[in-house]
C-alpha cells in the first residue's frame, strides 16, 4: 500500500505547480484516461517503482481571495493528521514569512517527517536566501523549481528513501474475501448505511487493523454475505477539525479507497449531484476500483416516480462518463429499503473485477468484431490485429490486442473494443483495460 503524502505551504509559494510537475515524473501519474483531471488536488506519483498517493492542500483553501491564517493553520493539521510526510513549500525568491514560521511551529510539534521545500531557485538572487530557511529549524531545505523541475529528482528520492519496501503487515485481511468501502461527501448517509449493515448488536467476526493507516476492516459474516468493511471515518475524533471540511473528506476517502476492491459511493438524493460527488468519483477511477452507486435517503424525494429515478440515473451516468457502465441503487438506510440489494450488487461487482475469460472465446468473438470494423487507417498503413489474450493476475480486467502498428490505435477505437467487450461478458462496475502490443 502506498504512502500519502501531503503538500503544505502558504499561498503563491508554487504547491500547485509542485504538486502538477511531481505528478508527471517518469512513468505514469495522472491517468490517460478522459475525464480524470477534473481535480487537481489528488494524484499518484511512481519513483523508481516505489508508489505513493499526494495530495495538494492548496486547492482547498475556502476564501481563496481572503485567506485566513486560521484556514491555512487548520489544513495543516489536517494534513498533519492524515499523512505519512508532508512536504512544506516556501518561496525562496521572497525568504521567510510570518505565515511560513507559524506553519513550521505547527510542523514541528507534529512529529511527523516533514522535508522542506525551497521552491523558486530559478529566480534571480532566491539561491542567496535558501539559508533563512535553517531558521525554520525543520532540517535542510531541499532547492527545486517546480516550474522547471530542477531539484524534483533529489525531492523524489528523499520522499521514498524511508519508504517500507512492501507491507509486511501480519494483520493482513484474507487475499479471497472482497473488501468494500462505503464512501461520499460528509452527511450523505455512510454511518447510517454501516450501521443498517452491522446492525446494533455488531455482528462482526474480526476488526482488523489494516495496512493503510487509519483503515479498520470489519468482517461480516451474516445472512450468507462474507466480505470486508473498511472503515476510515470517526476512528480518531478531531477537536481542531471541523468534521465538514472538504478537504478532510477527500483526505479520508483516500484512504478507504486505497483499500478497498469495491466502493459504494453514497450520494444524497435531496441535494442531487455535486462537484465533490465528482472529485470522489474521479478518486475511484483513477485507483482502478469497482463502483456501486447508491442514491440514499431516497424516501425523502417527494416525486419518487418510475419517470423521476430515471432521470436521476441519467444524470448521474452523464456527469460521469465516460465510465457508464456501473450500477445505481436507490436506497435508504434508515427505512433499509434495498440495502441488501447493495450488498448483493457489490459482491457482483467484484466477481466481475475477478472474471477470467478463455483466450479462444475471446479470440473468437473479439477478432470477429474486429474485422467487421477494423482500426481506421492512418496515412495510407493499416492496422491489423491478430491476436488478444487477458492478463491472468492483473488487478482489473486487462486486455492485450496484439498488432502490427499499436501507436496508431487511439482512445476513440480502444474505447469501441471496451464496449464490445461488456456488450459481451458482464464487466459492470469495474473499469477495464486495454493495451495495444506489437506482435
Known amino acids: 500500500m502506498g504512502r500519502l503524502v501531503a503538500i503544505v505551504g502558504r499561498p503563491n509559494v508554487g504547491k500547485s505547480t509542485l504538486f502538477n510537475r511531481l ?24 519513483w523508481n517503482g516505489m508508489e505513493f498517493s499526494i495530495v495538494d492542500t492548496g486547492g482547498w483553501v475556502v476564501n481563496s481571495d481572503d485567506v485566513f491564517e ?56 532566491a539561491r542567496f536566501n535558501v539559508p ?11 532547492e ?3 516550474a522547471n523541475g530542477s531539484g524534483t529528482g533529489d525531492l523524489l528520492d528523499e520522499i521514498v528513501k524511508d519508504m517500507p519496501k512492501s507491507d509486511d503487515d501480519a494483520d493482513r485481511p484474507e487475499e479471497n474475501v472482497a473488501k468494500f468501502a462505503i464512501v461520499g461527501r460528509p452527511n450523505a448517509g455512510k454511518s447510517s448505511l454501516i450501521n443498517a449493515f452491522i446492525g446494533e448488536e455488531r455482528h462482526i467476526v474480526t476488526d482488523i487493523a489494516g495496512t ?61 449531484i455535486e462537484s465533490q460527488d465528482g472529485n470522489i468519483f474521479s478518486l475511484i477511477q483513477r485507483n482502478k476500483k469497482g463502483l456501486v ?25 452523464n456527469k460521469f462518463a465516460p465510465f457508464t457502465d456501473f450500477p445505481i441503487l436507490f436506497t435508504s438506510a434508515v427505512t433499509k429499503q434495498r440495502i441488501f440489494k447493495v450488498l448483493e450488487t457489490a459482491l457482483e461487482v467484484y466477481a466481475n473485477r475477478r472474471r477470467i475469460i478463455p483466450t479462444s472465446q475471446l479470440n473468437t468473438y ?26 491472468k493476475d492483473a488487478v482489473v480486467p486487462t486486455f492485450v490486442f496484439f498488432c502490427n502498428l499499436p501507436q496508431w490505435v487511439k482512445e476513440p477505437y480502444r474505447r469501441f473494443l471496451e464496449n464490445k467487450i461488456r456488450e459481451k461478458w458482464d464487466f459492470t462496475g469495474t473499469p477495464i483495460q486495454i493495451f495495444m502490443r506489437e506482435k
Open 212 to 272: 493503510t493507516r487509519d483503515s479498520i476492516y470489519h468482517r461480516y459474516n451474516k445472512f450468507g454475505f462474507d466480505f470486508y468493511l473498511v472503515d476510515t471515518a470517526g476512528i480518531r475524533k478531531k477537536q481542531k477539525v471541523n468534521e465538514d471540511i472538504e478537504y478532510y473528506s477527500v483526505i479520508r476517502s483516500i484512504r478507504a479507497i486505497e483499500a478497498s476492491d469495491v466502493c459504494i459511493l453514497m450520494i444524497d438524493a435531496t441535494r442531487g
Open 70 to 125: 486560521e484556514e491555512i493553520n487548520k489544513q495543516v493539521e489536517i494534513a498533519i493528521e492524515e499523512a505519512d510526510v508532508i512536504l512544506f513549500v516556501v518561496d525562496a525568491s521572497v525568504g521567510v514569512t510570518d505565515l511560513d514560521d507559524s506553519v513550521a511551529q505547527i510542523l514541528r510539534r507534529s512529529k511527523k517527517p516533514v522535508i522542506l521545500v525551497a521552491n523558486k531557485e530559478d529566480k534571480g538572487d
Open 144 to 146: 527545486v523549481s517546480s
Open 23 to 46: 505528478t508527471q515524473t517518469r512513468t505514469a501519474i495522472v491517468d490517460d484516461t478522459a475525464g480524470t483531471t477534473r481535480d487537481r488536488q489528488y494524484g499518484k506519483v511512481d
Open 132 to 142: 533563512e530557511f535553517y531558521s525554520l529549524g525543520l532540517g535542510d531545505p531541499i
Open 293 to 317: 452507486v447508491c442514491v440514499n435517503k431516497w424516501d425523502l424525494v417527494e416525486n419518487r416516480s418510475l419517470e423521476a429515478q430515471k432521470m436521476f440515473e441519467a444524470a448521474i451516468r
Open 366 to 391: 473479439m477478432l470477429e468484431q474486429v474485422a467487421i470494423t477494423p482500426p481506421p487507417s492512418n496515412k495510407g498503413k493499416f492496422v491489423k490485429i491478430k491476436y488478444v489474450t487477458m492478463l
